[in-house]
């Protein structure tokens, strides 16, 4: 590569990408220390192929290499700030050369694990797959080719891509070529599966059987990996609960004995409220979200059209504050309204849409065991489905009712499952449907084909049961909180706003009460809605399913400060 990066000329650099061009200017400047650095490295070469990065370890050690040098620019200019002013922030950039270094070499290992968690979900619809096609007698060969194009699998068709770039660029023969990709492969049970599968067909064994064992091994693996998933879960909320309702009612507590005490810090101690309220809980939430979506299973494609409504409806906050209205309305409430009126479309997208995936994806066992029943009576998978038109199948009635009508007008399986499955936004059903078409493709709808699919789709909806079994009871946790803090601020307000008596002295925290009132409860309801997004991605795997839980909570709260201070009796 370095010999490369030296005979190309400035001429032949114009046809290269822009990555490709930075990539041969660091080549020409510090090829020598990377290649030498490599030599030192012999595992790296190895890393790299288990990872996404289409580069070579020279290249990447002298990428690193030259942004090392211009860190060092950037620690140059801390140690002169941190002498010549004195500012001890500047130290931070003491890190910038490590920090970069090891990021450079852990490429791969960042890679990787991105790589391994992108298969880690297909995988069990990905054998299934090809267990149809195996019933059907189509090659290895020819079953990587059809799985390179499947978009509802685009890690798995990026692996089959790269298998099929081995056979057909690199001469290799399929078995072979599938045995590079089990070695060089980070996800474990994918590289198991291959070799295994490898194994099987150099062997002349029974290829169908060693498929639908694996297929139930992967599907027990799953389900132990959910039960570990919700255990972390439980873990993270716990932790999440501690960082903010207990911390932010011992810093409500201190903020109220601060002004109890004269001298104690009075009203400038509500701008440390606010940045609490309004920064430090969103920041740690947001660690939550994405430290979550890191361990719970993601399906590859998302479902933006709550977002959308979110984004057009966040205007509403601002909107919501500074209305003039003819009533006096105070702040908090006026701050509940435009919050909750935030996510209230997207709160009802979100929920018709997750209903509906949920009563289409359980019916969907019970339709294809309809199917391989009728099946066995010689009617062909068409006919079939239009034998099931009349029957109920709750919320895939209506679909099963198109699928059939269309098929008796005559139009193609293909467009029809095509139809169907841009109507719905299950990928799961899309799976499921994608399977159907391809089971009467490749194996001529055989009854048997349709009792594994239709097991295998049990399976994905008993497992998908309980997982959100699982999750179901760490949705309360935020509620109690969001439920403690506002309750306690509402306390906090009678204790400051009622006088108290020691021996012949009394007195009453210094501070402005209104300010006070519309600070602490508007951060306490402002906390509330965060955590009902944490709530939604904690107990439904989704950020889109905290919206709901966000509005909720915002309500809870309006109410349980109108009942605490009914209660109190202090005029909130």
């Known amino acids: 590569m370095e010999k490369l990066a030296r005979q190309v000329s400035v001429k032949q650099l114009v046809k290269f990408s822009l990555r490709e061009r930075f990539t041969i200017l660091t080549l020409r400047l510090l090829g020598g220390p990377a290649r030498r650095l490599s030599r030192a490295m012999p595992s790296l070469r190895e890393e790299i192929l288990k990872s996404n990065l289409s580069i070579s370890p020279e290249s990447l050690l002298s990428i690193t290499l030259f942004f090392v040098i211009i860190s060092v620019g950037i620690t140059g200019l801390g140690v002169y700030l941190l002498v010549t002013r004195g500012m001890l922030l500047s130290m931070v950039t003491f890190l910038a050369i490590p920090l970069t270094f090891l990021i450079g070499i852990n490429a791969p290992k960042i890679s990787q694990s991105s790589r391994s968690n992108a298969l880690k979900e297909e995988l069990p619809y990905v054998i299934g797959y090809i267990t149809v096609l195996a019933g059907g007698g189509i090659s290895p060969l020819v079953t990587m080719r059809r799985l390179s194009k ?12 790269r298998i099929l770039m081995d056979i057909d660029l690199r001469g290799l023969d399929p078995l072979s070529a599938l045995d590079k990709a089990a070695r060089s492969n980070p996800n474990k049970i994918f590289s198991e599966f291959i070799s295994g599968y490898t194994g099987v067909l150099r062997t002349g064994g029974d290829v169908i059987s060693y498929l639908e064992t694996k297929l139930k091994d992967v599907f027990a693996y799953r389900t ?38 004269p001298g104690g810090g009075g009203s400038g101690s509500l701008d440390q409220v606010i940045l609490f309220s309004a920064v430090f809980v969103p920041l740690i939430s947001m660690a939550f979200i994405y430290l979550l979506h890191q361990i719970q299973g993601k399906e590859p494609f998302s479902y933006t059209k709550p977002y959308l409504f979110f984004l057009l409806a966040v205007p509403a906050i601002p909107a919501a504050i500074f209305i003039p209205l003819p009533l006096q309305v105070p702040f908090y409430v006026r701050l509940s309204v435009g919050l909750v009126i935030s996510v209230l479309p997207a709160a009802i997208t979100n929920f018709r849409e997750a209903r509906q995936r949920r009563a289409i994806e359980a019916k969907l066992p019970i339709f294809l065991r309809d199917i391989s029943e009728i099946k066995k009576t010689g009617l062909a998978p068409e006919k079939s489905i239009e034998q099931l038109s009349g029957r109920s199948y709750g919320a895939l009635t209506r679909f099963v009712r198109n699928i059939s009508s ?17 109507s719905v936004t299950s990928w799961i059903a899309k799976i499921v449907a994608f399977l159907i078409l391809e089971v009467v493709v490749v194996g001529g709808g055989s009854t048997k084909m349709f009792v594994s699919l239709a097991d295998f789709t049990e399976k994905t909806a008993q497992t998908e049961h309980e997982r959100r079994s699982m999750l179901r009871p760490y949705i309360f946790i935020p509620y109690i909180g969001a439920i403690m803090v506002v309750t306690t601020t509402a306390m906090m307000l009678f204790f400051l706003t009622t006088p108290i008596s020691t021996g012949s002295t009394t007195f009453t925290a210094a501070l402005n009460v209104r300010q006070a009132t519309t600070t602490l409860l508007s951060g306490s309801i402002f906390q509330s809605w965060v955590m009902g997004l944490v709530a939604g991605k904690m107990g439904e795997g989704s950020l889109a399913g905290g919206f709901k839980h966000a509005g909720a909570l915002v309500i809870i709260s309006l109410a349980t400060v109108y009942i605490a201070s009914s209660v109190l009796g202090v005029p909130l």
């Open 224 to 261: 132990i990996k959910l039960k570990a998933a919700a255990e972390t879960v439980g873990t993270f909320a716990e932790a999440y609960i501690t960082a903010t309702v207990v911390l932010g009612i011992s810093f409500f507590v201190l903020f109220a004995v601060q002004n109890l005490i």
């Open 406 to 422: 269309q098929l008796s007008w005559g139009i193609p399986m293909t467009k029809v499952m095509a139809n169907f499955t841009k």
């Open 150 to 161: 499947i978009d509802l699998f685009p890690a798995a068709a990026r692996e089959a891509k």
